[in-house]
């Protein structure tokens, strides 16, 4: 395993942006609720970002993940995460990927990996150099309807077979995140259920970050 000095945040709620439910007058302060209310980590994705707005939006992240000591995972980029000295990137399938991030970013980065629903995609990434697995989706995703299904069951074939943190993705919510823990999980990445506009004030979003922080204690 890459041993990360980060490496013990590598469980709990991992708190992932979207520019629709968090647009960049309320991304800072939200991110902050969230971490306030227990998240372990955060992910800036941002698909539709000028190169502009990504820089200065990931500056943003950083400062205030900084001054919480929370690791600051940048979706998709290495570019980005090496410019505002974030703490790893967020990857998917493209080739070799994860190995070139590993190169690039260094020993002490952490590097995440979507897996989908494969073991055999796992072990690619543990050998290239991952920091964790992302398996999912498990549930419909209002942010991402069709990213490819998985079975919750893959988690823990993972366990047995891949010696590293497993994040589980895709529709999870405060009914469901308890039996994805169950499966096995050492992280569950949320983006609707924790950002989205049910929220009433900004401090919402602190008390659903520390609902499904508590599904990790029991
Ligand atoms: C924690 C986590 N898991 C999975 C994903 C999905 O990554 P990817 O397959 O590259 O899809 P996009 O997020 O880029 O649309 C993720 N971002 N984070
Ligand atoms: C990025 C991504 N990859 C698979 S599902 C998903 C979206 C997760 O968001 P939500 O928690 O709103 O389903
Ligand atoms: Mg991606």
New binding site residues.
């Given amino acids: 395993m890459i041993n990360t000095p980060l490496n013990q945040k590598l469980r709990g709620l991992?708190a992932?942006t979207d520019p629709e439910l968090l647009p960049e007058e309320t991304l800072v302060a939200s991110v902050e609720q969230a971490i306030l209310g227990g998240a372990s980590i955060i992910?800036y994705?941002d698909?539709h970002a000028t190169e502009v707005e990504l820089i200065r939006r990931a500056e943003s992240l950083a400062s205030c993940c900084k001054t919480y000591q929370t690791p600051l995972?940048i979706?998709?980029r290495i570019d980005i995460c090496k410019r505002v000295n974030a703490d790893g990137v967020?990857?998917?399938?493209?080739d070799n990927a994860v190995k070139a991030a590993r190169e690039q970013l260094g020993s002490a980065a952490i590097i995440?990996a979507?897996c989908?629903n494969s073991i055999d995609l796992a072990e690619q990434a543990l050998t290239e150099g991952a920091s964790?697995v992302?398996?999912?989706r498990f549930f419909n995703s209002h942010s991402?309807q069709h990213?490819p299904p998985a079975d919750l069951s893959i988690l823990k074939e993972a366990e047995l077979r891949i010696r590293l943190p497993k994040?589980a993705?895709?529709g999870i919510n405060l009914d469901n995140g308890q039996s994805v823990l169950e499966h096995g999980a050492d992280?569950i990445?949320v983006i609707h259920a924790l950002f989205a506009s049910g929220n009433v004030s900004i401090n919402d979003i602190a008390k659903k970050a520390a609902a499904f922080q508590t599904l990790f204690n029991h």
Wanted: aromatic share 12%; net charge positive.
């Fill in positions: 991992y992932i992910q994705r698909k995972i979706n998709d967020h990857l998917g399938q493209e995440g979507t989908h964790y992302a398996f999912g991402k990213a994040v993705i895709g992280m990445a």
